[in-house]
């Protein structure tokens, strides 16, 4: 019975270990920040898409679409997708307004501010040397960190796998960009 329980818990908990797998795939082969900054743009998005279609799971097919756009930024394609991430964000914002306006204010217009505010933060990044980037990447992942906890704890904006998952992937990559800018 107690492996049945173990084995319950666990499974509970694939959206932290799948942040882990995300995020060590992210990570491998970075040799400076600016390269995943797509990461800081996409972590905005994933819950501006969730305000804007008033569905909490949108944040899924969300990722699904900035996962792809940040594994063909960290391919060797020259691709940035940073910029089309915030395109994006713009006509989500829009789109979210006209649907349903801009209230309750911790939704729509709070989850446009952190993406503007993080959206800049890729762009910085991204145009930074690598060391200002990296640490600018850092900085950003650990805040949205918080958001995520936030997020979590209250239930609101995104599922709670969504935020228990980038949770853990916000973490462990602005850990490993923070090592690979102080050490490089």
């Known amino acids: 019975m107690a ?84 395109v994006a964000a713009v006509g989500l914002a829009i789109f979210g307004s006209v649907r349903a306006g801009w209230r309750p204010a911790w939704s729509l217009p709070l989850q446009s501010a952190a993406m503007l505010a993080l959206g800049a933060a890729a762009i910085l990044a991204v145009r930074a040397d690598h060391v200002t980037g990296g640490i600018i990447v850092s900085v950003a992942l650990f805040a949205h960190a918080a958001w995520d906890v936030w997020h979590h704890r209250t239930r609101r904006v995104v599922v709670r796998s969504l935020a228990e998952f980038c949770g853990v992937l916000d973490v462990l990559v602005g850990v490993g960009v923070l090592v690979v800018t102080l050490t490089r």
């Not at 920040?33 to 743009?41: D, H, I, K, N």
């Not at 569905?55 to 960290?74: D, I, K, Q, S």
């Open 3 to 86: 492996a049945a329980t173990t084995g319950g818990k666990l499974l509970r908990r694939w959206p932290a270990a799948l942040g882990v797998l995300v995020a060590v795939g992210t990570v491998l082969g970075v040799d400076h920040g600016g390269q995943v900054a797509s990461v800081v743009a996409a972590s905005g998005f994933v819950y501006l898409a969730a305000a804007a279609t008033g569905r909490p799971g949108a944040a899924w097919p969300a990722f699904g679409v900035t996962f792809v756009l940040v594994g063909l930024g960290l391919a060797p394609t020259g691709f940035d997708p940073v910029p089309w991430i915030c």
